[in-house]
């Protein structure tokens, strides 16, 4: 099989890839906190190109260059990146000014978050709606109800009494956070527990996405995608003539 098949197929994949991620993150654009993803691809195979010299009866090969035969996706990865912040008024909404993340209980699993957009379950607890409660340093964050303060120190505040403090956590390398849903992320790395974080109350976080950006690069995917499907018919319809001219010659 042509050398050209493998490329363009490969080309196709790759680029359709990227437009299912783009589409991802712009489906994604309105979700507090959540933080874009971008692929990275990479070559697979090469060629190496040389000049050849003829002197006589000696032949030289003078190295030129090496091409990469095959672009392809190799992963996902997350940008981390500061979202917008938005005031909204709503006491239970939070917003992280910076690195961390809020860690809610998800059946006994821990998960990590920037979307601060919490709700109050029907026992009183803070919760991020499908998702579970959200952990301070004493555990799981009882208000009661909407009737709570809110300290720049990050604490709950009942009836004068500063009752818990919303818990930020902090990874050395966020390369250890895996995708568990859309904004939340579990790991088997062991997080900090920030000492002095910066927490807004009534603001969210918005996602990092910009659209712009995204809406470019998914024009540019699909282009990229019918310009190789248009090439692969090409040659299918060359190796097809090739066949039927062979078979007359014969």
Known sequence: MSRGFYA????????QRKIDISGNNIANMNTSGYKKEQTVTTSFGSLFLHKYKQSGIHE?????NNVSVIRTALEN???????????????TDFAIMGSGFFAVDN????????????????????????AGRVQGEFGEIYVGSDKFGFSDDG????????????????????????????????SDAEPELMD???????????????????????????????TA???????????DKAVSEISKIV
């Open 60 to 64: 030289n090969a003078e190295p030129l």
């Open 229 to 239: 499907a248009q090439a692969l018919k090409i040659y299918d319809m060359t190796d």
């Open 196 to 226: 002095y974080p910066v927490i807004l109350n009534k603001t969210i976080e918005r996602s990092n996405i910009n659209v712009t950006e995204e809406l470019a690069g998914l024009i540019s995917s699909q282009r990229a995608l019918q």
């Open 77 to 91: 990865y997350t940008v981390h990146s500061q979202g917008t912040l938005e005031e909204t008024g709503n006491i």
């Open 107 to 130: 059946n006994g699993q821990l998960l990590y978050t920037r979307n601060g957009s919490f709700n109050i379950d029907e026992e009183g607890y803070l919760k991020l709606e499908g």
């Open 155 to 186: 604490s709950i505040i009942i009836e004068g009494e500063a009752v818990d403090r919303i818990a930020v956590y902090d990874f050395e390398d966020y390369n250890s956070l895996n995708k568990y849903r859309e904004g939340l992320f579990i």
């Open 8 to 15: 363009l197929t490969s080309g196709m994949l790759t680029q």
